[in-house]
């Protein structure tokens, strides 16, 4: 599959977002965080938004959960229509059956993983799931550093995917910049949410191609 490209309006002008969506024509999926001031130190925007968002751009929308009870929250996404809802391993009770709710409520299902988080414990969980997203930063706020060595959780996932144990779509959220991209598509990472990278540039359409370019050219071959 080609390099998938989700900006993040985490880094977008809230004031705007109509606005900001358009800005991106062209990305693969819009990237939403939402943060409750919980699970995570800091409090974004939730489901009216989201809503709202829905019917303000084409872009599928891909909500990523930090919040403490996903179990309570999650499906209201999916019924609402995002395409992608990611609740956090460390919070969600039951793992398995929040993605089948998931996906009976329309939606692909993602399990994310905190830097800390080893994947080991989470293989058996995740071929019920669409979505393995990797932070590569600690979850919480935007234009944080790029962490190396989550690559190495990367490669593990890709390994699995490629020798039929897992069927995710694997995802990377943190620090994604034309300057770090390069090392998660080489380590085989087949989505990008980068929030910085395309918000803050002149052209953010423009910047969402490039990142594509650039991942295409740094992926390892097929098979």
Same mark, same amino acid.
Request: proline residues 6%.
């Given at each position: 599959?080609?390099? @998938? =490209?989700?900006?993040?309006?985490?880094?977008?002008?809230?004031?705007?977002?109509?606005?900001?969506?358009?800005?991106?024509?062209?990305?693969?999926? $819009?990237?939403?965080?939402?943060?409750? *001031?919980?699970?995570?130190?800091?409090? %974004?925007?939730?489901?009216?938004?989201?809503?709202?968002?829905?019917?303000?751009?084409? =872009?599928? =929308?891909?909500?990523?959960?930090?919040? %403490?009870?996903?179990?309570?929250?999650?499906?209201?996404?999916?019924?609402?229509?995002?395409? *992608?809802? &990611?609740?956090?391993?460390?919070?969600?009770?039951?793992?398995?059956?929040?993605?089948?709710?998931?996906?009976?409520?329309?939606?692909?299902?993602?399990?994310?993983?905190?830097?800390?988080?080893? $994947?080991?414990?989470?293989?058996?969980?995740?071929?019920?799931?669409?979505?393995?997203?990797?932070? &590569?930063?600690?979850?919480?706020?935007?234009?944080?550093?790029?962490?190396?060595?989550?690559?190495?959780?990367?490669?593990?996932? +890709? %390994? @699995?995917?490629?020798?039929?144990? $897992? %069927?995710? =779509?694997?995802?990377?959220?943190?620090?994604?910049?034309?300057? &770090?991209?390069?090392?998660?598509?080489?380590?085989?990472?087949?989505?990008?949410?980068?929030?910085?990278?395309?918000?803050?540039?002149? *052209?953010?359409?423009?910047?969402?191609?490039?990142? +594509?370019?650039?991942?295409?050219?740094? +992926?390892?071959?097929?098979?």
């Amino acid at each position: 599959m080609a390099p @998938l =490209i989700a900006p993040s309006i985490l880094s977008a002008d809230f004031a705007h977002l109509a606005d900001e969506a358009a800005a991106v024509a062209g990305a693969d999926w $819009l990237h939403v965080d939402v943060m409750d *001031n919980h699970f995570v130190p800091n409090l %974004t925007l939730g489901l009216p938004v989201v809503k709202s968002l829905l019917k303000a751009t084409d =872009i599928p =929308i891909d909500c990523h959960l930090m919040i %403490t009870d996903p179990d309570r929250w999650a499906v209201a996404y999916a019924e609402a229509g995002a395409y *992608n809802v &990611t609740v956090h391993a460390e919070a969600v009770a039951d793992p398995v059956a929040m993605a089948a709710n998931l996906r009976a409520a329309g939606a692909r299902a993602g399990l994310s993983l905190k830097p800390g988080t080893p $994947l080991d414990g989470w293989v058996d969980v995740l071929k019920h799931y669409d979505t393995l997203l990797v932070m &590569t930063v600690e979850p919480g706020f935007g234009g944080q550093a790029f962490m190396a060595d989550m690559m190495g959780k990367v490669r593990q996932a +890709r %390994t @699995l995917v490629d020798t039929g144990h $897992l %069927t995710v =779509i694997v995802q990377v959220d943190g620090g994604i910049s034309a300057d &770090t991209i390069d090392q998660a598509a080489e380590a085989g990472a087949d989505c990008f949410v980068a929030g910085s990278a395309v918000y803050s540039a002149q *052209n953010p359409a423009a910047a969402v191609a490039e990142l +594509r370019a650039a991942a295409a050219r740094h +992926r390892p071959p097929a098979g």
